[in-house]
């Protein structure tokens, strides 16, 4: 499916005589004081699911497309499920929604600000206020 995907998009860049659109290249990213060094898809969903509280998600607005992309690959849900997830914990009290940005910038400075912060962007957003920990495929 992917590459059929991607062979589409090559096809409709070449008739429209412009490069394809590709995806971002994600990454999933914590401050550099913090001690992990590495994480796996799994573990970081756990923390945009509200199932562990050991770090604090730093989430993008609604209508933000990487936060799309973010959740199809990495939460493997849609953003009707996590938004009903995080309603469901927000009401019951056993979570409070991650604070939500609309620009990596501002997800990039909400990280730098908090050692237990977790965020994710565009691997071409990174800079040294934030440290990769996780590159999603």
Do not use: C, H
Request: proline content about 4%; cysteine-free.
């Amino acid at each position: 499916m992917k590459k059929t995907f991607a062979l589409m998009m090559v096809a409709a860049g070449l008739a429209m005589g412009s490069a394809p659109v590709m995806a971002a290249e994600l990454v999933v990213v914590v401050n550099p004081k913090n001690p992990a060094t590495r994480m796996f898809s799994e573990q970081a969903a756990q923390f945009f699911l509200g199932k562990s509280t050991v770090f604090k998600p730093v989430e993008y607005e609604d209508g933000v497309a990487i936060r799309n992309e973010f959740y199809a690959k990495v939460l493997q849900k849609d953003a009707a499920q996590v938004k009903s997830i995080w309603s469901k914990l927000v009401f019951t009290g056993k979570g409070t929604a991650p604070k939500e940005f609309k620009t990596a910038a501002e997800v990039k400075k909400a990280i730098a600000a908090d050692v237990s912060a977790i965020g994710y962007m565009d691997k071409s957003a990174v800079d040294d206020s934030v440290k990769v920990i996780l590159t999603v495929q």
